[in-house]
């Protein structure tokens, strides 16, 4: 073949600073971790967390009782009966026969069934007072206590009945030691009715929670609401 019809290869310069292009690289997927410790970890953790919690209600309420100890002063008790005696809310009996302080931490369950009472308010450390009203015959305080003796022997109970006044008016008291709780109640007429208050709480921190019963008791108002 003729060199002069051969032709002759071409230069081609590359620029020193011409930047090489690399193909991407392959995208790498992520692999989820199935691996069963892990979520046993988180459970174990979410355990540990109830756990903790569950103890500190424990704390609370141990510390609780042991501010109610009798032999001790309590600063929850204080607190209960500033609040009840400054409680802006009343429940208002639905016939207007009486009306009682209703403070926040406090619960009013009206009557529901028969015996029940006209209402069962329940406070904080298990407190409550219930009030009822019947109807009265003669209107003197033999009937109240035939009333009374006639109701403990259908219960099968004897309390001592004792003398006193209550808001201003002759009644009776009876303290009644149950197996858990312990009830102090005061029978006494006004108008036609028959009233009937009574407050518990728990046998072993009953003398300790009485001036916060007894402030409820005591702001018990007979009569209208009077705005």
């Not at 026969?97 to 926040?104: C, D, N, V």
């Not at 201003?168 to 312990?182: D, K, S, Y």
Request: charged residues 25%; positive net charge; contains cysteine.
């Amino acid at each position: 073949m003729d060199s002069a019809s051969t032709p002759k290869p071409r230069l081609v310069r590359i620029p020193r600073d011409m930047r090489r292009v690399h193909p991407p690289a392959p995208r790498r997927t992520r692999r989820r971790v199935r691996l069963p410790w892990i979520r046993l970890a988180f459970m174990a953790i979410a355990g540990l967390a109830m756990i903790g919690l569950t103890a500190d209600l424990v704390s609370l309420r141990l510390r609780a009782e042991r501010a109610l100890d009798p032999k001790g002063s309590s600063t929850l008790v204080s607190d209960a009966v500033v609040e009840i005696a400054t409680a802006t809310n009343r429940y208002v009996d639905f016939a207007g026969r009486f009306s009682l302080p209703l403070p926040p931490t406090w619960a009013a369950y009206p009557y529901q069934n028969e015996g029940d009472y006209d209402v069962t308010l329940r406070g904080p450390h298990r407190m409550e007072v219930c009030v009822s009203t019947r109807p009265i015959g003669t209107g003197t305080l033999e009937e109240v206590r035939a009333t009374i003796l006639a109701n403990e022997a259908r219960a099968r109970i004897r309390t001592n009945l004792e003398e006193t006044e209550f808001l201003g008016r002759p009644a009776f008291r009876r303290v009644v030691p149950l197996r858990t709780f312990t009830v102090e109640a005061y029978d006494f007429i006004a108008g036609p009715w028959h009233m009937h208050i009574s407050a518990s709480a728990p046998r072993n921190a009953f003398d300790t929670l009485r001036p916060a019963l007894m402030e409820m008791c005591t702001r018990l108002t007979v009569g209208p609401e009077t705005p």
